[in-house]
């Protein structure tokens, strides 16, 4: 693709891929021509130019920062003013400049023209409104129905995104699925029958195969109601799966547009050949298949109380049934399924740090025998790197004390300057600076954040760690290091890791044992790579057909 003289941009045909529809355009529907955004003094968008035709799918892609989200909130001009500014630039949203509009202008077209699907559902939704009363507000405002005939409508949107009768019109945001929430949000931006429809990372925080659900659903709705749709996403499998044109970002400037064919089968920019490289994981070093088993469990059990029923019975929820496993040395073991399959509770539990029933050894300790003192010692031995970072690190304790927090709890006699010292090496190990050890969490990006904890891991040298979700909210460049990271400490000190993930690509470059989760029991477990090539169990294919976008 190559910039005209009148700043537009022209495709160049590659070998083999058809010229027809290309050089034949459709109606444009949004043209952004030099647009720049600032905060303040910084500017975040540089002087960039595309388009989108009626029907079509552009995608955004880019690391955290680029300059996407803020790209899009441009179009419908919902950045916070008077923070931001557009310096320079022109954006024509369906025939009208959007630049500059008057408040009666932008409230016409935000809804009716351009509507938005944002990144987090249950922080989107008002947790204190019905989701039919909050989907039915701008029904009643700008359609003019009445309170029957705006219940009426959102019983066909309800309809139209696949939210069956199950779901009242009357429950709360809390009372649904992540992917129910989502499709909620999906009902509440099509309700004026949008032109454009703008998706903010619609499936990030979602499970892999409610993820193929919505983007079924948004692909299938863009067909029904000819809208044009802009995919603002790190995933490139979500992006190659819907896409027609992408646009790549980074630091504020779009490098690279093209057909998402020649984006991904020829790249021409060196930044989206490192995008490209980064979601393509080789496999894990191999292992010894017959290494010592580190820890075993056997007939795992874990209840959860949930209640009584009206006549007093107590009512429990089987979150972990009868799961047997065993984890050598050298190994990553890879727990995988959806959310509430069961993942992290098996996590928890062998740790001893949820109760459970049944068998478990770690360093040839009985662990169900011991008592919380009796485990303290153990706890060297037995590390866990979270989720969420920033959740996870004190916002009030330097990175120095937050990684040396283990050292001063198992190895309180050892001289402060000696420990000082490994916590240095520590933080050189996961690729950060010792002079980093005065400043706080907040002062770091996700992927530094993320390093930090596997840092306060590594520090007291433990044999097993569990590693729950820890590259889920990254970019898959990130993602990328962070694997990389992992590999290289666990070849250097022989680590064992738990890897509980539902992302199934850093799954495959980590794990050479796999544990397929379903509803608390293991439905299929072996060696990762026979798995991946061969999956034997119908809920296994399901999964990997959703990580993979097959048949999408």
């Known amino acids: 693709?190559?910039?005209?003289?009148?700043?537009?941009?022209?495709?160049?045909?590659?070998?083999?891929?058809?010229?027809?529809?290309?050089?034949?355009?459709?109606?444009?529907?949004?043209?952004?021509?030099?647009?720049?955004?600032?905060?303040g003094d910084t500017t975040v968008v540089q002087r960039i130019s595309f388009d989108i035709d009626a029907g079509e799918t552009v995608a955004l892609v880019g690391e955290s920062g680029s300059g996407k989200?803020?790209?899009a909130l441009s179009i419908p001009q919902l950045l916070p003013y008077p923070y931001a500014s557009?310096?320079?630039?022109?954006?024509?949203?369906?025939?009208?400049?959007?630049?500059?509009?008057?408040?009666?202008?932008?409230?016409?077209?935000?809804?009716?023209?351009?509507?938005?699907?944002?990144?987090?559902p249950m922080t989107s939704l008002n947790p204190l409104h019905k989701i039919g009363k909050q989907v039915s507000e701008m029904l009643l405002l700008e359609k003019h129905l009445t309170r029957r005939g705006a219940s009426e409508?959102?019983?066909?949107?309800?309809?139209?995104?696949?939210?069956d009768e199950s779901v009242r019109i009357g429950a709360y945001p809390h009372e649904l699925s992540g992917g129910q929430r989502q499709r909620v949000m999906i009902a509440m931006a099509l309700a004026q029958e949008p032109k454009l429809l703008i998706a903010d990372e619609p499936t990030t925080a979602l499970d892999v195969t409610i993820q193929k659900q919505i983007l079924q659903l948004l692909r299938d709705l863009q067909k029904r109601l000819n809208m044009a749709l802009l995919l603002i996403s790190h995933n490139l499998t979500v992006v190659?799966?819907?896409?027609?044109?992408?646009?790549?970002?980074?630091?504020?400037?779009?490098?690279?547009?093209?057909?998402?064919?020649?984006?991904?089968?020829?790249?021409?920019?060196?930044?989206?050949?490192?995008?490209?490289?980064?979601?393509?994981?080789?496999?894990?070093?191999?292992?010894?298949?017959?290494?010592?088993?580190?820890?075993?469990?056997?007939?795992?059990?874990?209840?959860?109380?949930?209640?009584?029923h009206w006549f007093g019975k107590q009512r429990f929820l089987d979150a972990v049934v009868g799961v047997s496993l065993k984890i050598r040395e050298g190994h990553t073991v890879g727990i995988v399924g959806e959310s509430g399959s069961g993942k992290t509770t098996l996590g928890m539990a062998l740790l001893r740090m949820i109760p459970s029933e049944?068998?478990?050894?770690?360093?040839?300790?009985?662990l169900h025998a011991l008592n919380k003192k009796q485990m303290k010692p153990l706890r060297q031995d037995l590390q866990v790197v979270f989720q969420d970072p920033y959740g996870s690190l004190s916002p009030r304790m330097t990175v120095g004390r937050i990684v040396g927090e283990g050292l001063r709890i198992h190895?309180?006699?050892?001289?402060?300057?000696?420990?000082?010292?490994?916590?240095?090496?520590?933080?050189?190990?996961?690729?950060?600076?010792?002079?980093?050890?005065?400043?706080?969490?907040?002062?770091?990006?996700?992927?530094?954040?993320?390093?930090?904890?596997?840092?306060?891991?590594?520090?007291?040298?433990?044999?097993?760690?569990?590693?729950?979700?820890?590259?889920?909210?990254?970019d898959v460049s990130v993602q990328s290091q962070i694997v990389e990271l992992l590999r290289e400490v666990q070849l250097r000190y022989n680590l064992v890791y738990?890897?509980?993930?539902?992302?199934?690509?850093?799954?495959?470059?980590?794990?050479?044992?796999?544990?397929?989760?379903?509803?608390?029991?293991?439905?299929?477990?072996?060696?990762?790579r026979k798995i991946f090539e061969s999956p034997k169990h119908e809920y296994t294919r399901t999964l990997m057909d959703a990580a993979f976008m097959r048949e999408l």
């Open 69 to 71: 989200t803020v790209t």
């Open 153 to 163: 409508r959102v019983r066909e949107l309800f309809d139209l995104v696949g939210l």
């Open 86 to 120: 557009h310096p320079t630039g022109s954006v024509l949203l369906d025939g009208e400049e959007m630049i500059g509009a008057g408040s009666s202008k932008l409230l016409a077209m935000r809804g009716s023209v351009v509507s938005m699907i944002f990144q987090e």
């Open 240 to 308: 190659r799966s819907l896409a027609q044109r992408i646009c790549v970002m980074t630091h504020g400037e779009i490098v690279e547009q093209n057909t998402s064919r020649r984006i991904f089968g020829a790249p021409q920019h060196a930044y989206t050949k490192h995008l490209l490289g980064a979601e393509f994981m080789d496999l894990p070093p191999p292992a010894a298949r017959h290494a010592p088993v580190v820890a075993e469990v056997e007939n795992l059990h874990v209840r959860y109380a949930l209640g009584r």
């Open 498 to 528: 738990l890897f509980i993930s539902h992302d199934l690509k850093v799954i495959r470059a980590l794990a050479h044992d796999l544990v397929v989760m379903h509803h608390g029991t293991v439905v299929e477990q072996g060696e990762a």
């Open 358 to 366: 049944g068998r478990i050894v770690a360093m040839g300790r009985e």
């Open 411 to 474: 190895s309180g006699d050892t001289p402060i300057a000696e420990r000082e010292k490994q916590v240095a090496n520590a933080l050189i190990e996961v690729g950060l600076e010792p002079d980093m050890m005065n400043r706080y969490p907040h002062e770091f990006s996700g992927g530094e954040r993320q390093r930090i904890s596997i840092a306060r891991a590594l520090v007291v040298k433990p044999k097993l760690i569990v590693m729950d979700e820890p590259t889920s909210a990254l």
């Open 1 to 39: 693709m190559r910039s005209t003289q009148d700043g537009r941009w022209s495709h160049q045909v590659l070998p083999g891929e058809s010229s027809q529809g290309i050089g034949k355009r459709m109606t444009k529907l949004v043209e952004v021509r030099d647009l720049s955004v600032a905060f």
